[in-house]
């Protein structure tokens, strides 16, 4: 057992302290990039302020004899790339190290903290089976820091995809004070679920409910009739967990991958749901869709004008209200509370997004 004073205390003698919370910057788009491809290399310095998060992509997706040439490719990027990673930059840098019992992470940690640790925000974590797997990159990046001499921990972000991953999912977002949050890998976990989708990402048609049979003049069930089917979501059960998961330790749930990049429509759908749920963000895996994460992830004008007008109306925060012949208490305050916050923070990086929240008429607190 560890004692709860030593929680906080750095793993390493002259690494940098563990935050105490998980700062709540924007990242509404994950995007996903080759490093080690000099056309994508090439298109990162425009991306810098357009998108909240570029990740440079190390593990699947990169062929086994291109993961030194994209370690490399990060570490000039990291290097050369203006407003690109650490505090304050416009937009984040993030890295997805390969998996830890792959022959290339260790030369991935030992590269990339000492070469552009000042500049990584978060590292992610593939592949992660329980609380052991962080507590080994805990120490380590611990180590790693105080030898490069950084000033400020290193978040550690561990994708959830496979079955011990989903068991143990509460103690893998308590393992470390450096735990930044979690995301769905749906790939990965359908194969090891051995569920039988064979898709990156969203519903299946086969995976659906249908509608009750009519019934005949005799009382029979007309099974053959014409019933209207809804697919339904399969990763419902899993987002579900990662976000109470997370919101339980203070760190943040976002969507995986969605494979299907043509499918804009059910890419936004499934990017929905995860909002609606608790995620705070999701990959993007082509340029198209990090459009559509910035706009999903961004609470909608109509939805911070009913929110302001809540906390206007709920004035000390006690009590309650009716609002168009809706009730609102301190509970409906709160949840009002969760999309203003998510508002200002997002106003504070999006100037289009704050241009839109502004222009909603100052709230009257009146009954309408
Ligand atoms: C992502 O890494 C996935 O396996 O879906
Ligand atoms: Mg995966």
Known sequence: MR??????????????????EIPARPSRAIHFFDP???KMAAKVPDMVGKVDVLLGNLE??????????????????????????????????????????????????????PAIGHKLDVIMVPKVQGAEDIQYVDRLLAQLEAKAGLERPILVHAILETARGVANVEEICGASP???????????LAADRRMKTTRVGGGH????????????EDGAAQVDAQRTTYQQDLWHYTIARMVDACAMHGIYPYYGPFGDIADVVAC???????????CVGTWSLHPKQIAIA??????????????????AAMGDGTGAVMLD????????????????????????????????????????GQEA
């Open 3 to 20: 004692s709860a004073k030593d929680f906080f205390a750095p793993l390493a003698v002259g690494a940098p302290a563990p935050v105490r």
């Open 36 to 38: 080690g491809n000099p």
């Open 60 to 113: 699947d997706a990169i062929k086994a004899d291109s993961k030194v040439a994209a370690r490399e490719g990060l570490v000039r990027i990291g290097q050369e790339t203006k407003g690109l990673g650490g505090p304050g930059a416009s937009t984040q840098l993030w890295t997805r190290i390969n998996a830890l019992d792959s022959p290339w992470v260790l030369d991935d940690l030992l590269t990339l903290v």
């Open 178 to 188: 450096r735990m930044q949050g979690l995301s769905l890998g749906p790939a990965d």
């Open 205 to 216: 048609p086969g995976y659906l409910v249908r509608q009750d049979p009519p019934r005949g």
């Open 268 to 278: 936004e759908d499934q990017f929905r749901n995860a909002f609606l749920l608790g």
């Open 294 to 311: 910035n706009r999903v992830f961004s609470p909608s004008v109509e939805d911070i004008a009913h929110a302001r007008r809540v906390v």
């Open 325 to 364: 012949g809706k009730m609102e208490d301190d509970a409906s305050l709160k949840q009002c509370l969760v999309l203003v916050e998510l508002a200002e923070q997002l106003a504070a990086i999006d100037p289009e997004l704050k241009q839109q929240y502004d222009a909603i008429d100052a709230p009257t």
